[in-house]
Nanobody, 129 residues
Framework: QVQLVESGGGLVQAGGSLRLSCAAS????????VGWFRQAPGKEREFVAA????????YSADSVKGRFTISRDNAKNTMYLQMNTLKPEDTAVYYC??????????????????????WGQGTQVTVSS
């Protein structure tokens, strides 16, 4: 069992930055792909970014490429999402999620909400215009 706890959300003006953190307990992330999803009011939860922990290979949604960066700290068993040049449309609850990784797994599954087994409670990000 993996417990995930997000932190770092808040209120920021458009053009500003925030860094979200996702800490794991119960297991290390070593065998997992770990991702960020977000859900705005009245919308579906959508993929933001993911990282294969063992290799460090990352994946990002087109809407955040060039602005958001996902990274990991092995020693702290923590994942980060650095969000720069924030826009009002980035306002959402951001969720950390984890799924077991195995060799040969298709990377499209890293973008698929239903393929993640463990979820954090979410952290609110609000970007004012």
């Amino acid at each position: 069992q993996v417990q995930l706890v997000e932190s770092g959300g808040g209120l920021v003006q458009a053009g500003g930055s925030l860094r979200l953190s996702c800490a794991a307990s119960g297991r290390t992330f070593g065998r997992y792909v770990v991702g960020w999803f977000r859900q705005a009011p009245g919308k579906e939860r959508e993929f933001v970014a993911a990282i294969v922990w063992s290799s460090g290979v990352t994946y990002s949604a087109d809407s955040v490429k060039g602005r958001f960066t996902i990274s990991r700290d092995n020693a702290k068993n923590t994942m980060y999402l650095q969000m720069n040049t924030l826009k009002p449309e980035d306002t959402a609850v951001y969720y950390c999620a984890a799924s077991l990784y195995y060799s040969g797994r298709s990377d499209y599954t890293f973008r698929t909400r239903s393929r993640y087994d463990y979820w954090g409670q979410g952290t609110q990000v609000t970007v004012s215009s």
